[in-house]
């Protein structure tokens, strides 16, 4: 596990794996490989789908009435984005280990999907998920940016959470706001993530370090 705390504004390494109550996680899961794990629009709803299972208000039940495990109270997702062969999410944990019951089961019932939709076996990750812990609760919106950043057309991309933070779209399964209440408004908020140059070398370390960890 990388934590993210900042040193002159940059992130600092640690790998020391933690999980505790009360703290932020950039998690990253990738396709076994680097193979593509959302083929169709079908496969990224369900990716959401399953995250919004756990995460509603109101607790979930499958077709013959079995309860789903309630995390709502539990963990908070604060964004995310799903690319054709990974996925990045940030977190709030408010109690230990529940970060490993959300992926655990989100990840398990994909792949699950995923192989009986595509006739195939085997592993649809290539590990069960990266996780860095962000120690400077300023160095969220970093986080943030770097994960609504990942796909080139951001903006229009139906696939993150750049839409809720806009005001497009609303999600109770959702929580923007430790985010935005960092900003003015949601107009500060998309000027920020535009400003991409000014941050690029942050940005950049985010990515290297969090591609070489393992929770």
């Known amino acids: ?6 040193v002159e504004g940059m992130p600092s ?41 756990y ?10 009435g079995a309860l789903y495990p309630h995390l709502y109270d539990h963990i908070e997702l604060l ?8 996925f990045h999410l940030l977190v709030y944990q ?4 529940m970060m490993t019951v959300l992926m655990r089961g989100v990840m398990t019932s994909y792949s699950r999907y995923f192989n009986k939709k595509y006739v195939r076996s ?28 990942n796909p080139k057309n951001w903006q229009s991309f139906p696939y ?9 779209r ?12 960092l900003f003015n408004s949601p107009e500060d908020y998309r000027q920020f993530v535009s400003d991409y140059q000014s941050h690029k070398q942050t940005l950049d370390i985010i990515k290297r370090d969090l591609a070489d960890t393992t929770f």
């Open 1 to 6: 596990m990388v934590w993210y705390g900042t």
């Open 13 to 53: 390494r640690n790998v020391v794996k933690i999980d505790i109550a009360d703290s932020f996680y950039h998690v990253y899961g990738r396709g076994h490989s680097r193979q593509e794990i959302f083929l169709d629009d079908e496969d990224y709803g369900t990716f959401l789908n399953l995250l919004k299972r």
């Open 55 to 64: 995460l509603s208000r109101e607790r979930q039940q499958d077709r013959l």
């Open 79 to 86: 964004c995310f984005c799903l690319m054709p062969n990974h």
């Open 94 to 97: 408010r109690e230990a280990g």
């Open 122 to 149: 085997g592993s649809v990750f290539e590990s069960r998920y990266k996780a860095a812990m962000i120690l400077d609760q300023s160095y969220l919106e970093h986080i943030s940016r770097y994960i609504h950043l």
């Open 160 to 168: 993150s959470s750049i839409d809720f933070y806009l005001g497009k």
């Open 170 to 181: 609303q999600a109770e399964w959702l929580r923007t706001t430790r985010i935005l209440e």
